[in-house]
């Protein structure tokens, strides 16, 4: 909505699409959809007559901006996933949005530094010199490459961090370690890092919110740090 400010609730158009799951960054939105239900098709005769519903594979679409500091806003405008991956989490910081897919693969799309330029890559894509640190967004989700994370279950994001959660109770975390927001030593954090310290825990879920953390073990125990 062009409304600087919305004071109540108010429907977003999504051009007949159906909101699956929804993520919201400072200045952007992120919206995973599908095309509503096709219609039953009319019965025919045979053994395997019965023809049910089907729903379009998700498309992942963004509006507004990821920095207003070096782009422009942009109009909802689908962006490309690979043939084949269905999303079950979007979750946004305030200049970055992190996207997981039903096989635990994580994907990034944003701003890597944010105005405030982070000492770690937003993105969680690796190194990158610093005339892309302070340029435009990527406005097209890339996969992160963690091999020695493996599959994800859960991620939460901050303003400018990122906390993953695997599959086998890890946690991983990158972006800006102001604060000691990240759990651990490393002063630039441009990949996901194994937060150490919680190795002998098997976490289930994470909370981040600014420079603080917290996580819950699957023994029903909290840890957090910031």
Not at 125 to 131: C, K, M, N, S, V
Not at 146 to 174: H, K
Request: with cysteine; aromatic share 8%; charged share 15%.
């Amino acid at each position: 909505h062009e409304a600087s400010r919305i004071g109540e609730p108010r429907l977003v158009e999504l051009a007949g699409k159906r909101a699956l799951l929804v993520g919201c960054g400072l200045h952007f939105l992120a919206v995973y959809t599908t095309e509503p239900p096709e219609a039953p098709r009319p019965p025919s005769k045979g053994l395997f007559s019965k023809q049910l519903a089907r729903s379009s594979p998700g498309i992942l679409y963004t509006c507004g901006t990821f920095n207003a500091s070096t782009d422009d806003a942009h109009p909802w405008s689908a962006r490309a996933l690979p043939a084949g991956i269905e999303l079950k989490q979007v979750a946004c910081g305030c200049f970055h949005a992190v996207m997981l897919s039903v096989s635990g693969e994580v994907w990034s799309m944003g701003h890597p530094a944010g105005p405030d330029t982070s000492n770690g890559n937003l993105l969680g894509t690796g190194h990158l010199p610093d005339y892309l640190m302070d340029g435009p967004s990527q406005l097209q989700p890339a996969r992160i490459d963690a091999r020695q994370m493996g599959p994800v279950s859960e991620l939460s994001c901050s303003s400018y961090s990122t906390t993953a959660v695997t599959i086998d109770g890890r946690v991983f975390t990158w972006g800006d370690s102001d604060g000691g927001a990240l759990g651990h030593s490393s002063a630039r954090t441009d990949v996901p890092t194994w937060v150490t310290g919680l190795r002998h825990q098997r976490v289930a879920h994470s909370s981040i919110a600014w420079t603080n953390n917290a996580v819950a073990t699957a023994d029903g125990l909290v840890y957090m740090w910031g």
